[in-house]
C-alpha cells in the first residue's frame, strides 16, 4: 500500500505555531514535487505551500506567506509544515499530497497522485 500519513495537527490559540508532518510509505519521495492543501468546512480545498525534489523550489499561497514553511526530509520519506502565527481563518484538515516525479503545477490537486487523510488545525480562543 502506497500511503501519505499526516501529523501534528492540533488545537492551538491564535499566534502561536503548529507543525505538521507528513510520512509516506510504500513509496520513496526523493523525485516528487510536494504538496500542503486545506480544506476548511464548507469551503474548496485550496493549495497552500509546496516544494520541489530535494527542496530547491519552494512556493506558498498568499494567505500564509511569511508564516509558514515547508520543507522535506528525504531521508526520512517525510514533508513538514511549519506553522506559525497562526491565526482562527487557519483552521481547516489540512493534506499533504505527493506529484510523482515533480514538474507540475503547484496549486493543481489534480496533478497530485497521492493523498493523506488530512490532520485537523484548529485555531481559537
Known amino acids: 500500500q502506497l500511503q501519505l500519513v499526516e501529523s501534528g495537527g492540533g488545537l492551538v490559540q491564535p499566534g502561536g505555531s503548529l507543525r505538521l508532518s507528513c510520512a509516506a510509505s510504500?513509496?520513496?519521495?526523493?523525485?516528487?514535487?510536494l504538496g500542503w492543501f486545506r480544506q476548511a468546512p464548507g469551503k474548496e480545498r485550496e493549495g497552500v505551500s509546496c516544494?520541489?525534489?530535494?527542496?530547491?523550489?519552494?512556493n506558498y499561497a498568499d494567505s500564509v506567506k511569511g508564516r509558514f514553511t515547508i520543507s522535506r526530509d528525504n531521508a526520512k520519506n517525510t514533508v513538514y509544515l511549519q506553522m506559525n502565527s497562526l491565526k482562527p481563518e487557519d483552521t481547516a484538515v489540512y493534506y499533504c499530497?505527493?506529484?510523482?516525479?515533480?514538474?507540475?503545477?503547484?496549486?493543481?490537486?489534480?496533478?497530485?497522485?497521492?493523498w493523506g487523510q488530512g490532520t485537523q488545525v484548529t485555531v481559537s480562543s
Open positions: 499530497a505527493a506529484a510523482l516525479f515533480g514538474g507540475v503545477k503547484c496549486y493543481k490537486p489534480q496533478e497530485y497522485d497521492y
Open positions: 510504500g513509496f520513496t519521495l526523493d523525485y516528487d514535487t
Open positions: 516544494i520541489s525534489s530535494f527542496g530547491g523550489r519552494t
